[in-house]
């Protein structure tokens, strides 16, 4: 079964500087999508950015990117010039793509990232 | 455009009785999924339905059931309720169930927070 692992219970960065979140997940297939969600104290989950499993090239998003290495089984997120309203969980999340069929994501227990101003 | 909507926002409930949480996809979606949020952890897939057929079902009890409306609207039902079914319930939608490029994104509600006492 997959599974999708985040070791950072709670992050702290300052404001205009740079964090990096980690994820970890498990799987046996070869095809498959990674995600980075955020969800604000709204609750309202919102996609980050995503990187497909056969794309060697790194997903950027403005001030978000990541650091996929396939081998290793590690998703990390950047956010670079970090600003208040980056304060959120984040969610690491997996879906495969097996048989054509997406939509059920597999999440992490997600990351609670402070901002200090 | 209106995004996904889910009712009540609120809900509170005594062990043993039943509960109906609804969902409005985004209209021209056709694919809803619904997702279970316990307080500090991550969703956990509970079902997917596509063109008013089950297309996916996580490990859930036979409790939980849904179903999916003509309009594509879609309805989660848990009886017997427990204590621990206290959670925030997600609703997601996308376009479609398959696709490679672009992702089938899907795109989430603001969540019914259930209690049950």
């Known amino acids: 079964a997959q599974t999708v692992t985040q070791s950072q219970p709670e992050m702290s960065v300052q404001e205009a500087e740079t964090v990096t979140l980690s994820c970890t997940y498990d799987t046996s297939e070869s095809d498959y999508y990674l995600f980075w969600y955020k969800q604000p104290p709204s609750r309202q989950m919102i996609l980050v950015i995503r990187?497909?499993?056969?794309?060697?090239q790194n997903a950027t998003e403005n001030r978000f990117s990541v650091n996929f290495q396939k081998a290793a089984k590690s998703f990390s997120l950047k956010i670079s010039d970090s600003q208040l309203g980056d304060a959120a969980m984040y969610f690491c999340a997996y879906d495969m793509n097996y048989g054509g069929s997406q939509g059920n994501l597999i999440f992490g227990k997600g990351t609670k990232l402070s901002v200090k101003p | 455009d209106a995004g996904v909507t889910q009712s009540p926002t609120h809900l509170i409930k005594t062990r043993g009785q039943q509960v109906t949480l609804r969902c409005s996809p985004i209209s021209g979606h056709k694919s809803v999924s619904w997702y279970q949020q316990v307080l500090g952890q991550g969703p956990q897939f509970i079902f997917q339905y596509y063109e008013k057929e089950e297309r996916g079902r996580g490990n859930f009890p036979d409790r939980f059931s849904a179903r999916q409306f003509p309009n594509y609207s879609s309805e989660l039902n848990v009886n017997a309720l427990l204590l621990g079914d206290s959670a925030l319930y997600l609703c997601a939608s996308s376009l479609r169930l398959t696709g490679s490029d672009p992702y089938n994104e899907q795109f989430f509600g603001p969540g019914t927070r259930l209690t049950v006492l």
């Open positions: 990187q497909e499993a056969y794309k060697q």
